[in-house]
Every structure is written in C-alpha cells, then in structure tokens.
C-alpha cells in the first residue's frame, strides 16, 4: 500500500465582478508571493524560508490557496495553463497530515486588501468539505491567537479551544474527525 495522495479539488466563488478559485493543486501556489506573505508582518508566527525550502513546504503539504483573475503581472502572479489569463495568489493556508487521521492546520492567509469579502471563511468550508471526505480522520489541531479568529475556526471548522497559553495569547484548538473515539 502506497502513501495516500490528495485528490486535487478546485472551488469558485464570484464576488461582485470578480472571480475567486479555491485550489489544492501545490503546482499553482506561487513560491514568490508566498515567501512574500512570510516577509511581511501579517504572518507574526513564522520567519521567511529560502525559496526551495518554501517549496518543499508546498511540496510536502495540502495547500488551500485562492487566486483572483489580474491581467497585471505582479511577483503574487502565476501562470495558468492554456491561454487562460495570469492570476494571482490572494489567499493561503496548508494542512499538513497524513491523508487519513490527521492534520494540522498552518499559515492561513488572506491579503489585507482581500479581507472582509469573506475568503478565509470560504477557504476554511473548502478545508472542512476534505476533511469530511476522509472517514478515518481523527483529529485536526491549529494553534491561533485573537478571539476574531477563534470565532472563525469555531463556525467553519467546529474547532474548539483546548489550551491558551499564558502571557501570548495563543489558542490551541481541535476537532474530531469521523475516525475519532466519542465520549
């Protein structure tokens, strides 16, 4: 038996005039704007990584990115195939699991002049849509700091709250999966 593998999974959502695509495939998640994410000051939790290193992450993960339609190239612009036009990352967060009983939600994203349309929502259902799939699935945990987001992965994703730490407000959550012992 071989090492399970992700089905790739595609999603679309307009907002207004604008086409959003949710996507699992590691093939179109833009190294570059990535490592730029993690440059920035809104990823807190993690420093930079060399490039090759930040694709091996991809490589390694099941990645949740969404990308909106813009014809103007930008280093957060990757190209489809096809004669489809460029579009560019806008969105991310990475699993990283097994396949099969376990995840761990990290580096979930969205562009500050992306937020408030409700993207991060729609990624988390994209994420809770595979993690439904997968019937042996016992647990997937995420650390988060701030009571916005706490709410978030409590509706989208059931989470609860299992430990706050002291002094750095960070939030340990979880959910069981349909592979996880009831009591």
């Known amino acids: 038996m ?10 679309t959502r307009t ?18 704007a990535l490592s730029d994410a993690f440059t920035s000051d809104m990823l807190w939790w993690a420093k930079a990584l060399p490039s090759d290193v930040l694709a091996t992450v991809v490589q390694n993960s099941l990645c949740f ?20 036009p460029p579009t ?6 990475r ?8 995840g761990y939600l990290t580096d979930v994203y969205v562009l500050p002049e992306h937020q408030g349309k409700g993207l991060g ?17 016992r647990r997937c945990v995420l650390f988060t700091r701030g ?8 509706q989208t994703l059931g989470m609860n709250s299992v430990a706050e730490s002291t002094g750095d407000g960070l939030v340990v959550m979880q959910c069981a999966g349909q592979g996880a012992i009831k009591r």
């Open 65 to 84: 990115a969404i990308y909106t339609n813009n014809n103007k190239p930008t280093s957060t612009t990757t190209q489809n195939d096809g004669d489809k």
């Open 147 to 154: 009571a916005q987001n706490v709410k978030l992965y409590e």
């Open 121 to 137: 929502r729609w990624m988390m259902a994209c994420l809770d849509e595979v993690l439904n799939s997968w019937p042996h699935l």
């Open 15 to 32: 907002i207004g005039d604008t086409v959003y695509t949710c996507s699992t495939d590691p093939s179109h998640v833009a190294i570059d």
């Open 2 to 11: 071989g090492i399970p593998s992700p089905e790739l999974r595609t999603w």
């Open 88 to 93: 560019a990352m806008i969105a991310f967060g």
């Open 95 to 102: 699993l990283i699991t097994d396949y099969v009983t376990f």
